[in-house]
Nanobody, 123 residues
Framework: QVQLEESGGGLVQAGGSLRLSCVAS????????MGWYRQVAGKKRELVAR?????????NYADSVKGRFTISRDNAKNTVYLQMNSLRPEDTARYYC???????????????WGQGTQVTVSS
């Protein structure tokens, strides 16, 4: 059993900042990657940012957040962060943490999702 728990969402004015955190817990052998997605009601869930577990952590970002958002991770704590700066009203969405995790020392890994945290940016 693996759980992902997000925190850090809230209401912020345009131009402001928020920092999201996500902790993975449970039966975890290793974590391949962690990331953040967001979804607005009635629209598809989209990738915001993703980071791998390799040394240095390879990252990729949605074009819409490049230069404003930064993803990072603490492997020792099984935690991923999303620093969001210069927030815009169009960043308003429910943000979900996702992780690709090996529960055991095997070739199998699985995708897990958190419950999400709401980010609302007022104009």
């Amino acid at each position: 059993q693996v759980q992902l728990e997000e925190s850090g969402g809230g209401l912020v004015q345009a131009g402001g900042s928020l920092r999201l955190s996500c902790v993975a817990s449970g039966i975890i052998f290793s974590i391949n990657s962690m990331g953040w997605y967001r979804q607005v009601a009635g629209k598809k869930r989209e990738l915001v940012a993703r980071i791998t577990s390799t040394s240095g952590g390879f990252t990729n970002y949605a074009d819409s957040v490049k230069g404003r958002f930064t993803i990072s991770r603490d492997n020792a704590k099984n935690t991923v962060y999303l620093q969001m700066n210069s927030l815009r009203p169009e960043d308003t969405a429910r943000y979900y943490c996702a992780a690709n995790i090996k529960p055991t020392n095997s070739d199998w890994s699985y995708d897990y999702w958190g419950q999400g945290t709401q980010v609302t940016v007022s104009s």
